[in-house]
Nanobody, 115 residues
């Protein structure tokens, strides 16, 4: 049974930093790409970043140069280091595997950036 537990969110001023973590179980973690996805109030979820099983990464344009995705396969954990945060980064952040396991999503972690 898949389980994804996100943590590390919080309230930060614009320009600040946060590091999100996502602990995964129930999937063959080391073999699958992992995504970070976010959902702002009143908006649809949007993809933020991906890390492939070989470590290659990709980012949505608006976070390039500010966010860094990484993974520790031994700990079955994926991270998102977020620097120079902006108010428009405010959202609930989720991780998930690629492909998704059915309709499962974890509880997410709230990131709020004040101006």
């Amino acid at each position: 049974q898949v389980q994804l537990v996100e943590s590390g969110g919080g309230l930060v001023q614009a320009g600040g930093s946060l590091r999100l973590s996502c602990a995964a179980s129930g999937i063959i973690f080391g073999r699958v790409p992992m995504d970070w996805v976010r959902q702002a109030p009143g908006k649809q979820r949007e993809w933020v970043a991906r890390i492939n099983s070989d470590g290659r990464t990709d980012y949505r344009e608006s976070v390039k140069g500010r966010f860094t995705i990484s993974r520790d396969n031994a700990k079955r954990t994926v991270y998102l280091q977020m620097n120079n945060l902006k108010p428009e980064d405010t959202a609930v952040y989720f991780c998930n595997s690629v492909p998704r396991v059915g309709d499962y999503w974890g509880q997410g972690t709230q990131v709020t950036v004040s101006s």
